[in-house]
């Protein structure tokens, strides 16, 4: 059973940096399509990102498109969220998502078999 561990968030000011990580055990990350989601209080959970298999395409919604940035390490078996130029809207749980083996990206939830537990993220002054 794939099991996905993220850490790397924290509380930090505007126009900081933050980078995620998504730990995985039980599977091999690279055959699947990886997604970064988040969620603030009240809200629906969104996507933000995600990686194809063997991390050849990546996508970017457009609120952080220029600003995170995706990326594989194979040899860790972890996907990263580099976020850069932080925002207080940035605010939010982010989770890392695993789709079935050799998947293509996507946005909707309900695509993804797999999820983290969460790690929070807080951007404020």
């Known amino acids: 059973q794939l099991q996905l561990v993220e850490s790397g968030g924290g509380l930090v000011q505007p126009g900081q940096s933050l980078r995620l990580s998504c730990a995985a055990s039980?599977?091999?990350?690279?055959?699947?399509?990886i997604g970064w989601f988040r969620q603030a209080p009240g809200k629906e959970r969104e996507g933000v990102s995600c990686?194809?298999?063997?991390?050849?395409?990546?996508n970017y919604s457009d609120s952080v498109k220029g600003r995170f940035t995706i990326s594989r390490d194979s040899a860790k078996n972890t996907v990263y969220l580099q976020m850069n130029s932080l925002k207080p809207e940035d605010t939010a749980t982010y989770y890392c998502?695993?789709?079935?083996?050799?998947?293509?990206?996507?946005?909707?939830?309900?695509?993804?078999?797999?999820w983290g537990q969460g790690t929070q993220v807080t951007v404020s002054s």
């Open positions: 998502a695993a789709r079935q083996p050799l998947s293509q990206c996507s946005a909707y939830v309900s695509d993804y078999a797999y």
């Open positions: 039980g599977g091999t990350l690279n055959v699947r399509a």
């Open positions: 990686i194809s298999t063997g991390g050849g395409s990546t």
